[in-house]
């Protein structure tokens, strides 16, 4: 079946840093592919998300693309802040919509000023 | 900004017991989801919900769990005889289509604790 697999973590960096967390999947077919980030106390929210291979979803300064020849996703921002701190989850659909995501386990990300 | 709010934040019952897990969905939305985390692993999909019935369950989703939408605004998860694995964290998500520009909206998470 399709699974995500995602960088244990916590990831901890220093403000300003450079940051990748890394994603793989299996899936069969061509996936969906998407990064989502909850906050403390919130609810997960979509973060970005790439649909075919090549693409390269970005939102807040985080980018990602969609790698079919290594089935990767890895998530990359090149300057943190401390407000980027939170949990960010790797997911995949493999129907082209969002009625079944599978999710990795997410990555908790501490930014320090 | 609309959001999908859930109740309660968190949830103790004891082994056995019946619990139900709330949520209110953005209001134009069709589409409503529940999910799980337990503790240290991945979120896992539970079921889906459109047209007030279910559109797809994973294999979780046992005779112990169900859902329904009871007055139109709540979504609803109940679970019939609680055991110590449901411990978990429970999202509810909602959604306005089921394509592939559509963003799936989840809320904060209730977390289940059953002792």
């Known amino acids: 079946g399709d699974s995500v697999t995602q960088m244990e973590g916590p990831v901890t960096l220093s403000e300003e840093a450079f940051l990748t967390i890394n994603c793989t999947y299996t899936a069969t077919g061509y996936p969906s592919l998407f990064w989502y980030v909850q906050y403390p106390g919130e609810g997960l929210q979509l973060l970005l998300k790439a649909t075919k291979a090549d693409d390269k979803g970005s939102n807040k300064g985080f980018e990602a693309t969609y790698r079919k020849e290594t089935t990767s996703f890895h998530l990359e921002k090149g300057s943190v802040q401390v407000s980027d701190s939170a949990v960010y989850f790797c997911?995949?659909?493999?129907?082209?919509?969002?009625?079944?995501?599978?999710f990795g386990k997410g990555t908790m990300l501490l930014v320090s000023p | 900004e609309p959001e999908v709010t859930q109740t309660p934040s968190h949830q103790v019952t004891q082994m056995g017991q019946e619990v139900i897990l709330r949520c209110v969905p953005i209001?134009?939305?069709?589409?409503f989801y529940w999910y799980r985390q337990i503790l240290g692993q991945k979120v896992e999909f539970l079921v889906s919900f459109y047209n007030n019935e279910i559109s797809e369950k994973s294999e979780i989703f046992d005779d112990q769990f169900s859902v329904e939408r009871p007055d139109g605004s709540n979504f609803t998860l109940k679970i019939r005889s609680t055991k110590l694995e449901d411990s978990a964290m429970y999202f509810c998500?909602?959604?306005?289509?089921?394509?592939?520009?559509?963003?799936?909206?989840f809320g904060q998470g209730t977390r289940l604790t059953v002792v």
């Open positions: 998500a909602s959604s306005e289509d089921r394509g592939l520009n559509t963003e799936a909206f």
């Open positions: 997911a995949l659909s493999d129907r082209g919509g969002y009625s079944t995501l599978t």
């Open positions: 209001s134009n939305h069709l589409y």
